[in-house]
């Protein structure tokens, strides 16, 4: 059993940074491999990044990539989604994963935080 987080969100201007942080208690959190995920008002959950236990191996959804950085610090127990040149249509609650291996599909992970909400105003 893993507990996990969310901090950092809330309203930024369009163009601005925001970094999201993700507590990890309970497992071993160098078991994991870590994604986060993004649900609009009215859409479905997307995958947003990932991240390989190691942290060796990154993936990213095509709309992020250039703008986003996950990454993870093993000693915190925390996993970073680093969001920089934010866009309105990156407005969404944003949610922490666990799982066994890095997936875009949210079946990979068992264990979800409670979602953290960034509004990007234009």
């Known amino acids: 059993q893993v507990q996990l987080v969310e901090s950092g969100g809330g309203l930024v201007q369009a163009g601005g940074s925001l970094r999201l942080s993700c507590a990890a208690s309970?497992?071993?959190?160098?078991?994991?491999?870590m994604g986060w995920f993004r649900q609009a008002p009215g859409k479905e959950r997307e995958f947003v990044a990932g991240?390989?236990?190691?942290?060796?191996?990154?993936t990213y959804v095509d709309s992020v990539k250039g703008r986003f950085t996950i990454a993870r610090a093993v000693a915190r127990n925390t996993v970073y989604l680093q969001m920089n040149s934010l866009k309105p249509e990156d407005t969404a609650v944003y949610y922490c994963?666990?799982?066994?291996?890095?997936?875009?599909?949210?079946?990979?992970?068992?264990?979800w935080g409670q979602g953290t909400q960034v509004t990007v105003s234009s």
């Open positions: 994963a666990a799982g066994g291996n890095v997936g875009r599909s949210s079946s990979v992970y068992d264990y």
């Open positions: 309970g497992r071993t959190f160098s078991s994991f491999a």
């Open positions: 991240i390989s236990r190691s942290g060796g191996v990154t």
